[in-house]
């Protein structure tokens, strides 16, 4: 079946280059975690450490910063903003695409309007705002801003309204209620919608900077981007040794995740990415 | 609401599912208010006032923070420099993804190992990525100068010099960007029906140049509108990689507009000033959503 | 001499054989319906033969050349898709030119900007668009020419298709259900046209269709292909009549031929019902045979003296004809009468109805499904046989 053509070898040597650029980064990454200070400053393009120092640059890492916290938080507030956004989203979403609902319309302008608003745009009116009701540091203060996701709507809007009305009519007759249909019928229906809102939402909050910069400036609630940035300034910079096992250690609960369903992740975001 | 009146039974069925309707929504108008309307509308407001956070009161200053803008040094730098970051990134990563995109579809055993390689950093933890990168960057320590010493290339002090820093810069957002562009060209090209590849080879394209400028290209033609506004709109918006790395400088060679954003409010509580910095953002992308909105309805559609 | 020919043709897909040793002459302007059931390797043929994919064995020659290595392009032959595969960016007008340009400019000249400016290129685009705009007249399209098949209705679009395949004068037209997306009255309208104008192009042409009313009506001759084999290959009125194949009977023809089973004595002959025929390419021996009749050939009459007895079980009215469903009283299967609306309404549900055959329609299959030939030797009186 495979014949190996010119132009099939060409471009097999063309894309495994472009692959061994592009984890680049992941192996000297791996590679430095495992060096003594003394090797790395010996510049040498070496990946194996001639010395293995894993255990104490790891050992370093985790004395420094939290990381078991920086993590926990991470799953903390990634979690808390998927389920509000999808549980706010959902039954709006719904409303719009199968009630008769005189709303909808508006509805709809507030939701584009919305997709053009990030949240480095309401940020400074929010800090100000969060500051006066003296909620920052918080899980409150991290989790509030997003409980309100245009885009889930926006996507689940897409995906209700393909399905068929039928299914609906069918649920009325059965004697379900209005909310009842929503839990019962529409969201087990939704399923591939939600799994691949679930990794756009958790992959945007999980590596966002902006926002935790803003409202926290307490260690016990800082996620992961923001942890590593207070290690960063602990360590002045030049242990990078440490500071690789420290990137290792945040880095690999999302590419693991990613390694183990990477055909999820792809549609998921294929699927985000063409509707937004 | 006080008085409804119902006649038939048909406008009370109505009037209940709209009832519905309205609960059903209600959490996410408040929400939706709460968070994104009426913030968006006050840094408008804010924008024209001396509003400074840690000072009781504040007053309107009409369009003074405007007039600061266009004066501003710093300002003016931050948007120059957003601009040819954007202009950096934005192609070669478009490029760099619609070719990988091509020729991982011509391949048919290896697809997917490849398809998770280039993938991986948009997976993977930005700060911490930039950090990896910082270190490869390293003037004396750092691989890539290590590598280009091997043959007798002075590598520059790529994140520490003014002239190379943005570049620096550009080149880990296109790292981090190749990956998501590449899924959605893919998706474009599975969507590009067999058919036509038939038709245009009967038709007398013989070399894979003809095919691609007489079917592929054009029928990317929405994806590559769509990638291109998502990655300018990224680009616009880059942040993470300047605030880890180089905190604008050196000497505001990286200061780029949410860089500058952030510092002007959260570092030096200038919040009226930041709120107009923050309308020129917002301006900003307006301009783009619209600018993709009229070239969709007119051009890469064909239906 | 013949234009296509194609010489034991064979294709496998992942071990699974698609083509076993397919051959075909097709003559100068003949027209020729490949029609099968879906899955029987028709549409993978016509690719073959376009160039869009390889076979693994055979030869196929067009117009003299043996072309099994030549790319789709140079093969000079042109195809109208099933989905037409009208490039959607195009107007009519460009579509249609595509194959023009893609043969008569070089790539240097067809490069955009650039491409303008080099010599020679601009009289050979007015001449392409003289020949597009002659192609669209002669198909009544030309007031289409600066429209995008998004803007056209599926018969608009199907005869930018046809313009686009016919425009540069292929040595062999080939087309793969370039009908089955037009909706019923426009598909039996668009038959005459397509046959109208192969007429007048008289280039060979492979049809390829699942409808075999397309493939009776349209064509000079039908090929019948199952499972990757071709069974049959002659004109309508013969396959219909005297079918080499009882796949081919069963194909063709609506409602489908009546099949039963019989035996064959060891004097060569075979009885059923009132018939008797005597088998006469095949040595006489004691062997089952199948009887093939087709329900016109049928007739029911409300008797109970006949010597074929059935009982009638359905009938479904279609309106210049009827369809009557009955059961052979003696060896309980089905039988399939087509009868004209006068006669039907005397045969009632449950009535009891004798059978009778018209002698020289049927036909005699081995239980391999050959043919075996037969001629009728004896016809018994019904009345004769009732009352003696």
């Not at chain 1, 389920?83 to 509805?107: D, E, N, S, T, W």
């Not at chain 3, 055979?58 to 109208?80: F, K, L, P």
């Not at chain 3, 089955?180 to 007429?199: F, K, M, P, Q, T």
Request: charged share 15%.
């Amino acid at each position: 079946m495979t014949r190996l053509s010119l132009g099939r070898v060409l471009r097999l040597s063309l894309l495994s280059l472009g692959a061994l650029i592009f984890l680049a980064p992941y192996l000297f990454m791996i590679s430095t975690a495992g060096k003594a200070q003394s090797e790395i400053f010996s510049s040498s393009l070496a990946l194996i450490p001639e010395q293995w120092s894993y255990v104490e640059n790891f050992t370093k890492a985790l004395s420094r910063v939290s990381m078991p916290t920086l993590l926990w938080n991470g799953v903390v507030v990634c979690a808390l903003i998927f389920i509000v956004q999808v549980v706010v989203a959902i039954p709006c979403a719904y409303a719009m695409a199968k009630l008769k609902f005189r709303a909808a319309r508006l509805m709809m302008v507030l939701v584009m309007l919305g997709l053009l608003v990030p949240i480095h745009a309401t940020a400074l009116p929010l800090y100000v705002a969060f500051d006066r009701l003296s909620v920052l540091n918080s899980y409150m203060a991290l989790v509030a801003p997003f409980s309100i996701s245009v885009f889930a709507i926006f996507l689940f809007l897409q995906f209700f309204r393909a399905l068929p009305d039928d299914l609906i009519h069918a649920a009325r007759l059965d004697g379900m209620s209005e909310t009842g249909i929503v839990a019962r019928v529409v969201v087990p229906n939704a399923w591939p919608a939600i799994t691949a809102f679930a990794i756009f939402s958790v992959v945007a909050h999980w590596n966002d900077l902006f926002w935790p910069l803003v409202v926290v400036t307490n260690q016990e609630y800082a996620t992961p981007p923001l942890g590593l940035l207070y290690f960063r300034a602990a360590e002045a910079g030049d242990d990078y040794g440490a500071l690789m096992a420290a990137t290792l250690i945040i880095t690999l609960p999302l590419v693991a995740a990613f390694l183990i369903a990477q055909k999820r992740f792809v549609e998921g975001i294929t699927m985000t990415g063409l509707k937004g | 609401m006080a008085s409804v009146t119902i006649d038939r039974p048909i406008a009370l069925a109505d009037w209940r599912e709209g009832r519905v309707a309205w609960l059903l929504a209600t959490p996410a108008i408040v929400l939706l208010f709460l968070f994104i309307l009426l913030p968006t509308l006050a840094v408008i407001v804010l924008g024209f006032t001396d509003f400074e956070l840690g000072y009781g009161g504040f007053r309107f200053v009409g369009f003074a923070n405007y007039a600061e803008l266009i004066g501003d040094r710093t300002f003016r730098r931050s948007l120059w420099n957003t601009a040819v970051y954007t202009a950096v990134v934005t192609p070669v990563s478009i490029a760099l993804a619609l070719a990988i995109a091509l020729l991982i579809e011509a391949e048919t055993r290896a697809k997917a190992f490849f398809r998770t390689v280039y993938f991986l950093p948009v997976a993977s933890l930005l700060v911490a990525m930039a950090t990896v990168w910082q270190f490869l960057f390293h003037p004396t320590i750092g691989p890539i100068n290590t590598f280009l010493a091997s043959f007798g290339i002075a590598g520059p002090n790529w994140l520490g010099a003014s002239g190379t820093v943005l570049y620096g810069l550009a080149i880990i957002g296109i790292w981090q960007s190749v990956g998501f562009n590449m899924v959605l060209f893919l998706a474009g090209l599975t969507a590009i029906p067999r058919e036509l590849y038939a038709a245009a080879e009967v038709d007398g394209a013989r070399s894979w140049l003809d095919r691609f400028r007489l079917v592929t290209w054009p029928m990317l033609g929405p994806t590559t509108l769509f990638v291109t506004t998502i990655s300018i709109i990224n680009s616009v918006k880059v942040f993470e990689t300047v605030k880890t790395l180089t905190e604008g400088g050196p000497n505001k060679a990286s200061e780029v507009l949410l860089f500058t954003i952030y510092q002007e409010g959260f570092v030096y509580l200038r919040v009226g000033y930041a709120s107009a910095m923050t309308v020129v953002f917002l301006a900003i992308l307006v301009v783009l959503m619209f600018l993709q909105y009229r070239i969709v309805d007119r051009k890469v559609h064909y239906a | 001499m013949s234009v296509l020919s194609l010489r034991t043709i064979t294709k496998s897909f992942a071990g699974n054989a698609i083509l076993k040793g397919v051959s075909l002459e097709a003559d100068e302007g003949e027209f020729i319906a490949l029609v099968g059931p879906s899955g029987c390797g028709k549409s993978t043929l016509l690719r073959i033969v376009a160039g869009l994919d390889n076979a693994d064995g055979g030869d196929i020659v067009i117009g003299g050349r043996e072309v099994s290595s030549v790319a789709a392009a140079d093969r000079n032959v042109a195809m109208v898709f099933q989905s037409y595969a009208l490039y959607p960016h195009l107007t009519a007008g460009q579509n249609i030119a595509v194959p023009l340009a893609m043969r008569r400019l070089t790539a240097a000249q067809r490069f955009p900007f650039i491409g303008n400016l080099l010599p020679g290129q601009r009289q050979i685009r007015a001449d392409i668009q003289r020949q597009v705009r002659e192609m669209a007249t002669s198909l009544r399209i030309d007031h289409l020419l600066d429209r995008k098949p998004g803007q056209m209705s599926g018969g608009q679009r199907q005869r930018v298709a046809l313009a686009r395949a016919m425009v540069r004068h292929p040595s062999v037209f080939l087309m793969d259900e370039p009908l089955s997306n037009l909706d019923a009255n426009l598909r039996v309208h668009a038959r005459g046209e397509i046959v109208e104008l192969h007429r007048r192009a008289s280039v060979p042409t492979l049809y390829v269709t699942h409808d075999q009313s397309e493939a009776l009506s349209m064509a000079d001759r039908v090929a019948v292909m199952i499972g990757g084999t071709l069974l049959q290959l002659a004109p309508p009125q013969e396959i219909y009549d005297d079918p080499a194949h009882i796949e081919v009977a069963r194909f063709l023809g609506q409602p489908r031929i009546n099949v039963l089973e019989t035996r064959m004595d060891a004097s060569g002959s075979v009885r059923f019902g009132a018939l008797t025929l005597a088998a006469q390419n095949t040595p006489p021996s004691e062997t089952p045979v199948l009887i093939g009749v087709r329900p016109e050939f049928v007739r029911l009459s409300p008797r109970t003296d006949g010597i074929l007895k059935a009982r009638v079980e359905r009938t479904e009215f279609l309106g210049s004809e009827v369809i009557v469903h009955a059961r052979l009283d003696a060896i309980g299967e089905a039988i399939v009468a087509k009868v004209a609306p006068v006669e039907a309404a005397t045969l009632s549900e449950g009535l009891p109805v004798s059978v009778e055959i018209e002698p020289d329609r049927v036909m005699l299959f081995a239980t391999t499904g050959e043919r075996l030939r037969a001629q009728t030797i004896a016809v018994a009186s019904m009345l004769e046989k009732a009352h003696g």
